[in-house]
Nanobody, 123 residues
Framework: QVQLVESGGGLVQAGGSLRLSCAAS????????LGWFRQAPGKEREFVAR????????TYADSVKGRFTISRDNAKNTVYLQMNSLKSDDTAVYYC????????????????WGQGTQVTVSS
C-alpha cells in the first residue's frame, strides 16, 4: 500500500531554516502530484505547496511564497520542502500528500497522507 513518511521537523528559531523530506513507497512515484500541507493548533489543515509529476510546475500558498521551495527527486521517491526565513506563524504539523495516480494539475485531489512532522518556530 502507499506510504508517505515525513522527516526533518524540529525546533528552530525565527529566521532559521529547515528542510522537510517525505519518502514514498508503494507507488510509481513519478506518476503522482505531491504536496505539502500544515495544520497549526486550533486551525484547519491548509495547503502549503505542490509539485507536478516531473517537477517543472509548482504552486505555493501566498503565506510561504518566496520563503519555501518544494522539490522532488523521482529517483529517490522523495519530495522535499525547503523552508527559509521561518516565522512563528509557520509552527504547525507538516503533512506530505499524494494525488491520485495520474491526476490533473488544474483539479488537485489528495488521496494519500503521511503522519506528519512537527515544526516549531520560536520567536
Amino acid at each position: 500500500q502507499v506510504q508517505l513518511v515525513e522527516s526533518g521537523g524540529g525546533l528552530v528559531q525565527a529566521g532559521g531554516s529547515l528542510r522537510l523530506s517525505c519518502a514514498a513507497s508503494g507507488l510509481t512515484f513519478s506518476n503522482y502530484v505531491l504536496g505539502w500541507f500544515r495544520q497549526a493548533p486550533g486551525k484547519e489543515r491548509e495547503f502549503v505547496a505542490r509539485i507536478s509529476w516531473g517537477g517543472s510546475r509548482t504552486t505555493y500558498a501566498d503565506s510561504v511564497k518566496g520563503r519555501f521551495t518544494i522539490s522532488r527527486d523521482n529517483a529517490k521517491n522523495t519530495v522535499y520542502l525547503q523552508m527559509n526565513s521561518l516565522k512563528s506563524d509557520d509552527t504547525a504539523v507538516y503533512y506530505c500528500a499524494s494525488g491520485p495516480y495520474g491526476g490533473t494539475w488544474n483539479s488537485p485531489q489528495w488521496d494519500y497522507w503521511g503522519q506528519g512532522t512537527q515544526v516549531t518556530v520560536s520567536s
